[in-house]
């Protein structure tokens, strides 16, 4: 009773922040995301009757910190009752630092719980699944640009746009990769009780998804850029006027933001946007990449870059 699962991290063009049920771990706004092609997070469960409790192993190490979220999430997936299950992770790039490992880690965790169990449930139920792990972890089940919408007590996903369709580059300038200070969680619930700009962010959400999925449709990558950097600031800006103020940012996010506007300035197709971490994606048309890898490599501060194209959904694989 053992399957592997393979899902990529998503970054988020329109974000989420903040819930509107913490219970059910419910998004207060919908988002739109594209999924990476090269950043992949790989987890095996293999059920046994013999473990007396689960047990994660995150790169070859055991990791009794992320225990508890994975457990609960093969509870909801198989049921409280279930066998106690290893479970092994691989991950490609920095965790817990901004690049969406949870929603990878936990996308594939719902997809190869579902296959020990020989569950056979339809992606859209295995996306409500993972979003109660991870907000963002619906969207991984999905590949190109994904739509994740409330629908009363539950999301609706659809995907606008294959990634094959609307072939964009995405390079990740790493400004830090240890684990974040603050959780997303955490950060979101101070956000939605103390921020004075937060019930606007919720107010003024459709009209950026509205923009957001025309440009997406209609393949204008000069609305998409505009729309993406300003729904990012938006964010950010609610996050830094909570008390206390959650900033992710560090001088090289910063510095890298300059360098896209430079890119910008010269004529470059680049847009930059930032989720709950110091990182920064530039996402660019194919024909861009390598100058924008090199700048945003150039930038002081940036340890790491890394290049993906747009990705597939996530799905199972050979379990060696």
Same mark, same amino acid.
């Given at each position: /009773?053992?399957?592997?699962?393979?899902?990529?991290?998503?970054?988020?063009?329109?974000?989420?922040?903040?819930? =509107?049920?913490?219970?059910?771990?419910?998004?207060?706004?919908?988002?739109?995301?594209?999924?990476?092609?090269?950043?992949?997070?790989?987890?095996?469960?293999?059920?046994?009757?013999?473990?007396?409790?689960?047990v994660?192993?995150?790169?070859?190490? !055991?990791?009794?910190?992320?225990?508890?979220?994975?457990?609960?999430?093969?509870?909801?997936?198989?049921?409280?009752?279930? /066998?106690?299950? !290893?479970?092994?992770?691989?991950?490609?790039?920095?965790?817990?630092?901004?690049?969406?490992?949870?929603?990878?880690?936990?996308?594939?965790?719902?997809?190869?719980?579902?296959?020990?169990?020989?569950?056979?449930?339809?992606?859209?139920?295995?996306?409500?699944?993972?979003?109660?792990?991870? %907000?963002?972890?619906?969207?991984?089940?999905?590949?190109?640009?994904?739509?994740?919408?409330?629908? %009363?007590?539950?999301?609706?996903? +659809?995907?606008?746009?294959?990634?094959?369709?609307?072939?964009?580059?995405?390079?990740v300038?790493? +400004?830090?990769?240890?684990?974040?200070?603050?959780?997303?969680?955490?950060?979101?619930?101070i956000? !939605?009780?103390?921020?004075?700009?937060?019930?606007?962010?919720?107010e003024?959400?459709?009209?950026?998804?509205?923009?957001? =999925?025309?440009?997406?449709?209609?393949?204008?990558?000069?609305?998409?850029?505009?729309?993406?950097?300003?729904?990012?600031?938006?964010?950010?800006?609610?996050?830094?006027?909570?008390?206390?103020?959650t900033?992710?940012?560090?001088?090289? +996010? /910063?510095?890298?933001?300059?360098t896209?506007?430079?890119?910008?300035?010269? %004529?470059?197709?680049?847009?930059?946007t930032?989720?709950?971490g110091?990182?920064?994606?530039?996402?660019?048309?194919?024909g861009?990449?390598?100058?924008?890898?090199?700048?945003?490599?150039?930038?002081? %501060?940036? +340890?790491?870059?890394?290049?993906?194209?747009?990705?597939?959904?996530?799905r199972?694989?050979?379990? !060696?």
């Amino acid at each position: /009773m053992r399957a592997t699962a393979i899902a990529q991290p998503n970054i988020a063009l329109i974000k989420y922040w903040g819930k =509107r049920d913490s219970t059910r771990n419910l998004p207060a706004v919908g988002s739109i995301s594209i999924t990476l092609r090269d950043l992949f997070t790989k987890m095996s469960v293999q059920l046994d009757a013999e473990l007396a409790s689960d047990v994660l192993y995150v790169n070859d190490e !055991r990791d009794d910190g992320m225990l508890p979220r994975i457990s609960a999430c093969l509870d909801e997936v198989i049921g409280r009752s279930r /066998m106690r299950a !290893r479970v092994d992770s691989v991950c490609n790039f920095p965790i817990a630092a901004g690049l969406a490992s949870s929603a990878s880690a936990f996308a594939a965790t719902t997809l190869a719980a579902a296959g020990a169990a020989d569950l056979h449930l339809d992606t859209q139920r295995l996306a409500s699944l993972a979003g109660r792990a991870s %907000g963002s972890a619906a969207r991984s089940l999905y590949g190109g640009f994904v739509e994740l919408a409330n629908k %009363g007590n539950d999301i609706a996903m +659809t995907v606008l746009c294959d990634a094959d369709s609307w072939p964009l580059s995405v390079v990740v300038a790493v +400004t830090e990769s240890v684990p974040k200070a603050v959780g997303s969680s955490e950060a979101m619930e101070i956000s !939605r009780k103390t921020s004075p700009f937060y019930a606007n962010w919720v107010e003024r959400q459709p009209e950026d998804l509205d923009v957001a =999925r025309n440009a997406i449709l209609e393949r204008d990558f000069r609305q998409l850029a505009i729309i993406a950097e300003h729904n990012c600031l938006k964010m950010h800006s609610v996050m830094w006027a909570s008390r206390p103020p959650t900033m992710f940012w560090n001088a090289a +996010t /910063m510095a890298c933001l300059q360098t896209v506007r430079k890119l910008q300035g010269d %004529g470059c197709s680049v847009f930059f946007t930032i989720d709950a971490g110091p990182q920064v994606k530039a996402v660019c048309l194919p024909g861009d990449a390598e100058t924008v890898h090199a700048a945003l490599a150039a930038t002081p %501060g940036v +340890t790491e870059v890394l290049v993906s194209a747009l990705g597939a959904a996530a799905r199972l694989v050979d379990p !060696r």
